[in-house]
């Protein structure tokens, strides 16, 4: 093991350096010093550890994005932008040391042997996991592992005396990308995406194919949050979009010659009113679709300047089962727009959104300032947007604090709002379901009343005894705190889509959005037909 940072440096570096005479002199200076610290520490030296300490420091001179992912999470990494993961098929939620089942996944191996929301796993393999200090993580090592293989687990169910076992057959488990689809009001339809993977293209065009059967004319398609994932994730859902053989990206790098990716086939929304929702966590994949359907007047963007990530990288697997992750080009919208932020400074890089927070840029447009140097033109109407930044929304609408009292931000940073809801949802899961045997009625029909109030707030004293109720912050964010609970009932009952159509109701972009798609107000900006 002593050399073996020096070949692995030499095999990551090696092709670079034999290219430009005169850099092989770094390789061989490191070298010289891990010869030395080999052969002369004071103590026994870890080489895989310095191996990966070397490497996480080469990529952060690099460039923000170019990253360094170690073998033992690499498949978490992986999950999301693969759209799946092998499992046994649950939601859990560890509270008060006991592994609580949220949810079976639908059509997965736990829903499919009778593994029921509310059940606590309380012995894995024979090893009791209740009450031992489990954390996810650990949860995550003892319920994964390879498709087909088998695990026992004990159950305590509610009304049950004793512990019910299962074997439980790992299987593919998908990771939506999609979170809701339905329809907002009787003519617009609503999609909230939280990452670009391999099966968003497939979830999307679902999505869209029902809302269209149920009378959808307008799409309102939300990007909030959304860090990006998939770069052909963007171009396929970008070819849902737009017609003919337009450009939705392209991308070039000093190793990579300029390539193209382009609207090849038909797709399910070239015409239609079009609005994408952003805000400052909107990143990457967001970006380019955003930017392609704002080049080419096809749809308004509404919310938020985005997050400002403009770098390709490639996945590249590495001998050991670890991954690097390596910038290789930069993106450009159709415009030409390189929408990348400055990353020459890495501390002011890593404090930007606190950075524009404290401008005010969150609350007014007039705090953004770009040069002319960043104009650019759309490719229709020829309305100016800007590069070097993130994507500037059509529609600003500022970040509403209005409701967000400091207690309300206690409750919910403490944990205290989820793990009510869950133990609540558990306790009378039976009597809930059989009031409201539908979504549709619990939307319409659940409210809650002061004792239900003072017990939440009774529990959230015994959870933490520093958070003693305020009656001016509640009546603060009273509607607020309201929402959260009842679209937190409506996703433990039911789902992400129910929760988001019971929150939304709070979502300041998404109701300015509504507004404007509505009505003629859409039509000012010219966009094309």
Do not use: C
């Not at 963007?234 to 991308?251: M, R, T």
């Not at 359907?293 to 990530?309: A, C, E, P, S, Y």
């Not at 919910?412 to 709002?417: C, E, P």
């Amino acid at each position: 093991m002593k050399i073996f940072i020096s070949i692995l440096l030499i095999f990551l570096l090696g092709p670079i350096f034999a290219q430009e005479n005169g850099k092989t002199s770094s390789v061989r200076k490191f070298n010289e010093v891990m010869s030395y610290v080999n052969n002369m520490y004071v103590d026994d030296v870890q080489n895989e550890l310095l191996t990966d300490a070397a490497i996480v420091a080469l990529l952060e001179k690099l460039d923000p994005h170019s990253v360094y992912i170690t073998k033992e999470n690499v498949n978490d990494a992986n999950e999301r932008i693969n759209g799946n993961f092998v499992g046994i098929g649950i939601r859990f939620q560890l509270l008060r040391d006991t592994l609580n089942v949220v949810a079976t996944i639908p059509g997965g191996p736990s829903e499919k042997i009778g593994i029921l929301a509310g059940d606590k796993i309380v012995v894995i393999e024979d090893e009791p996991v209740a009450g031992t200090g489990l954390k996810n993580s650990q949860v995550r090592e003892k319920l994964l592992g390879d498709k087909g293989t088998k695990v026992n687990v004990s159950i305590k169910r509610k009304h049950k005396s004793s512990l019910l076992h299962f074997t439980i057959t790992r299987d593919v488990i998908p990771v939506n990308s999609v979170d809701a689809a339905y329809m907002i009001s009787e003519k617009t339809g609503y999609i909230k995406l939280n990452t670009f993977s391999r099966s968003s293209h497939e979830e999307v065009v679902s999505g869209i194919k029902k809302l269209k059967k149920l009378g959808m004319k307008n799409l309102i398609f939300d990007l909030q949050g959304n860090g990006g994932g998939l770069l052909y994730a963007a171009k396929y859902l970008g070819d849902e979009f737009l017609s003919d053989y337009k450009l939705i990206v392209y991308s070039e790098g000093r190793a990579q010659p300029k390539r193209e990716l382009r609207s090849e086939n038909k797709g399910l929304w070239e015409k239609g009113r079009l609005i994408i929702l952003t805000d400052e966590y909107s990143a990457s994949a967001s970006e380019i679709l955003s930017g392609a359907v704002q080049d080419w007047d096809r749809g308004l963007i509404v919310g938020r300047r985005t997050f400002g990530k403009g770098l390709v990288q490639r996945p590249i697997d590495l001998s050991d089962g670890s991954q690097m992750r390596l910038t290789i080009a930069r993106y450009y919208t159709p415009s030409g727009r390189f929408i990348q932020k400055p990353y020459n400074d890495a501390l002011s890089y890593k404090q930007d959104l606190l950075n524009r927070y404290e401008k005010g840029e969150f609350m007014s447009q007039d705090s953004i300032q770009f040069p002319d140097s960043l104009k650019h033109k759309t490719l229709i109407s020829n309305r100016t947007v800007y590069g070097g930044g993130g994507i500037m929304p059509d529609h600003f609408v500022p970040l509403d604090t209005t409701g967000v009292s400091d207690y309300f931000t206690s409750i919910i940073r403490g944990g205290h709002l989820n793990t009510y809801t869950l133990t609540y949802v558990n306790k009378n899961r039976t009597e809930l379901t059989a009031k409201y045997p539908s979504f549709e009625l619990f939307k319409k029909n659940f409210s809650m009343d002061k004792p239900f109030m003072d017990a939440f707030f009774n529990y959230v004293e015994n959870e933490d005894p520093k958070l003693i109720f305020n009656e001016e912050g509640y009546r603060e964010s009273e509607s607020l705190l309201k929402l959260r609970i009842k679209a937190m009932f409506a996703q433990s009952i039911w789902g992400y889509s129910e929760f988001y159509q019971v929150y939304n109701d709070s979502n300041e972009i998404l109701q300015k959005a509504l507004e404007i798609i509505e009505s003629k107000q859409y039509n000012k900006a010219k966009l094309a037909q």
